[in-house]
């Protein structure tokens, strides 16, 4: 096994809670609460889950857009959270992100050619003409036309704004790019193009993505491996064809229940989850799913599960996980 390119171990985000005129703190949202995995070089692990489960959390506090409240982070066996402010900008080179909303993540006062100029000129890659010829270069690199570089962002779809986004991070030659959501806010047509984008320049360029994402079907397609994640932790990680294969979580076979199948002929039971997402201010005792899982039991609700290893490679956090793939509204998916 390599070494891992990122190791996060027991990351937390606690946001306090504030009220009254002193501004007191009366309790915590925990958005990210004890999470650990991984990433090898050249490797693509999908982040997923709901809305509110701390996936983007998690992607801005490896970055240090967010101060984290305890863990580790490291990049290449660098510790990153106890970086000086000079270390951390060289670090800036080598780990990117791409935002979720590409109508709000490009500054609207300036053109395309100045955007990805700036970040050339901040970390001293190259200044005039060589600037504008690696300008040039990555705009072709995303599937834009060099003059593109003349524009501004509000003359552009959202399609090829976010092209303009990924070009952005990829103007320093960045060694992992954190990829928030790249494609939520876009079409279904226009999500294939930059999937496939993705990918592509992924293979070409030997990047390593830690890709969020809240859809499944999405992920399926460009991870190698895969991360669930519920009210913020860990719930199953797993290699993409083992965990839509054999998945060893009852949340995870909830999702995965979800995705809509395209042949009329394979109907799948959708598997309605009771309740809503817990607080993340209160969450429940033991496990956190419990409260809406259709294989509860006591023990559930008094003990927290550990994420453990149940078959090589393919981790869980639930105490039995060795029985979800006989459970009889797992096997009602499958059929």
């Given at each position: 096994?390599?070494?891992?390119?990122?190791?996060?171990?027991?990351?937390?985000k606690?946001?306090?809670?504030?009220?009254?005129?002193?501004?007191?703190?009366?309790?915590?949202?925990?958005?990210?609460?004890?999470?650990?995995?991984?990433?090898?070089?050249?490797?693509?692990?999908?982040?997923?889950?709901?809305?509110?489960?701390?996936?983007?959390?998690?992607?801005?506090?490896?970055?240090?857009l967010?101060?984290?409240?305890s863990?580790?982070?490291?990049?290449?066996?660098?510790?990153?959270?106890?970086?000086?402010?000079?270390?951390?900008?060289?670090?800036?080179?080598?780990?990117?992100?791409?935002?979720?909303?590409?109508?709000?993540?490009?500054?609207?006062?300036?053109?395309?050619?100045?955007?990805?100029?700036?970040?050339?000129?901040?970390?001293?890659?190259?200044?005039?003409?060589?600037?504008?010829?690696?300008?040039?270069?990555?705009?072709?690199?995303?599937?834009?036309?060099?003059?593109?570089?003349?524009?501004?962002?509000?003359?552009?779809?959202?399609?090829q704004?976010?092209?303009?986004?990924?070009?952005?991070?990829?103007?320093?030659?960045?060694?992992?790019?954190?990829?928030?959501?790249?494609?939520?806010?876009?079409?279904?047509?226009?999500?294939?193009?930059?999937?496939?984008?993705?990918?592509?320049?992924?293979r070409r360029?030997?990047?390593?993505?830690?890709?969020?994402?809240?859809?499944?079907?999405?992920?399926?397609?460009?991870?190698?491996?895969?991360?669930?994640?519920?009210?913020?932790?860990?719930?199953?990680?797993?290699?993409?064809?083992?965990?839509?294969?054999?998945?060893?979580?009852?949340?995870?076979?909830?999702?995965?229940s979800?995705?809509?199948?395209?042949?009329?002929?394979?109907?799948?039971?959708?598997?309605?989850?009771?309740?809503?997402?817990?607080?993340?201010?209160?969450?429940?005792?033991?496990?956190?799913?419990?409260?809406?899982?259709?294989?509860?039991?006591?023990?559930?609700?008094?003990?927290?599960?550990?994420?453990?290893e149940?078959?090589?490679?393919?981790?869980?956090?639930?105490?039995?996980?060795?029985?979800?793939?006989?459970?009889?509204?797992?096997?009602?998916?499958?059929?």
């Open positions: 096994m390599a070494e891992p390119l990122l190791r996060v171990e027991n990351l937390v606690h946001f306090p809670i504030r009220r009254g005129l002193m501004s007191r703190v009366v309790g915590h949202v925990r958005a990210v609460d004890g999470v650990t995995f991984d990433v090898a070089p050249g490797e693509v692990l999908g982040l997923v889950g709901e809305s509110g489960c701390g996936k983007t959390t998690t992607g801005r506090c490896i970055l240090r967010i101060e984290s409240t863990g580790s982070v490291r990049f290449d066996g660098r510790e990153v959270t106890t970086m000086g402010k000079r270390e951390l900008r060289a670090l800036r080179r080598e780990m990117q992100i791409v935002f979720q909303d590409p109508y709000s993540s490009l500054n609207p006062r300036l053109t395309v050619g100045s955007m990805l100029t700036e970040a050339l000129t901040i970390h001293r890659l190259a200044r005039g003409a060589a600037a504008r010829e690696r300008v040039a270069e990555l705009l072709r690199l995303v599937g834009l036309h060099p003059d593109h570089a003349r524009r501004y962002p509000h003359e552009f779809s959202g399609g704004r976010q092209r303009i986004g990924v070009a952005r991070a990829l103007a320093v030659n960045p060694r992992l790019i954190v990829a928030d959501e790249p494609v939520s806010a876009l079409d279904v047509s226009i999500q294939a193009q930059i999937i496939n984008l993705l990918r592509d320049l992924q360029m030997g990047l390593t993505y830690l890709f969020v994402a809240h859809d499944l079907s999405v992920v399926e397609h460009i991870s190698d491996r895969v991360a669930v994640m519920y009210l913020g932790r860990i719930a199953e990680l797993a290699s993409s064809e083992a965990l839509y294969r054999e998945p060893a979580h009852p949340y995870t076979v909830s999702l995965l979800a995705i809509p199948v395209p042949d009329p002929a394979r109907r799948r039971k959708r598997i309605v989850l009771k309740g809503d997402v817990p607080s993340p201010a209160r969450p429940p005792s033991g496990c956190r799913f419990h409260p809406r899982c259709f294989m509860a039991r006591p023990l559930c609700s008094e003990q927290e599960p550990l994420l453990r149940v078959r090589p490679g393919h981790w869980s956090a639930c105490h039995f996980a060795e029985d979800v793939a006989s459970n009889p509204v797992t096997q009602a998916q499958s059929s």
